[in-house]
């Protein structure tokens, strides 16, 4: 009997996007703390876009404080995608994590990876993948395994730079491509489904009940179909949790 191919993530819903942004400093922190102690490193690739901001400005502000604490000297931060912009652009994600957590936060500069969103797509997506492999150690056919890789979803289901109908979502070799952006003309650098799937572990934020049209389908109603990219990056040799805020979650079925 085939077994069918069941897409069940661990979904957890949150009160607010606020609780939401704590639950996933917690996991950051914990990640951290543990792969540091372990095997002193950590390799996490930071999510693009705006939810995430709230996480980032929490663990700069507990560091801060002292409440939260983290290693960072043994923090490799790489970034799931970047728009093709310089790094001072109000789109680059560089620019978001750089103003809300890195330039707050003892990380040395060495350990801060930043996708060259300035140069050629092309170019900066194979210089992205070489230093990816440099740093980072490959488990599996060459793939660099990075211990959390953080994402977000768009109400297309498109996650990292990978939106649907784009040619990077066919890529199954390479870690890292250029692919065409949303906007007329635009293009992006993404860390490719592979290479997302490659992870230890992945954790999905996800707030807003302008998304939750589209979490219907991706964790409930398509979900065997897995024709949204949010809904193939599948990895093996850790865990996948989508962290959901209610008004995200509005249109899931009653969670047994
Ligand atoms: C980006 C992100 C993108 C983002 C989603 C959700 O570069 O914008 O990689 O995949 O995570 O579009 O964006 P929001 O968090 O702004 O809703």
Redesign the pocket.
Known sequence: MRSTLIYSPEVRVYPDAVAVAEAAAEVFARAATRAVAENGRFYVAL??????KAVYQLLADDEASGRRKLPWTGIEVFF????CVPPDHAES?FRMAHETLLARVPIPAANIHRIRGEMDPQAAAAAYEVELKRVVPSHHAMLPRLDLVL????QDG????LFPGTPGLQETSHSVVANPGPEPASW?VTLTLPALSAASNVLFLVI?AE?APMLRRVLQTDAAGASYPAQRVRPTAGWLRWFLDEAAASQLNART
Do not use: F, V, Y
Request: avoid cysteine; hydrophobic fraction near 20%.
């Open positions: 999510a693009g876009g705006s939810t995430p799931g995608d970047e728009r994600n994402l977000g979803m768009g498109h996650t990292a730079s992006r807003g998304k």
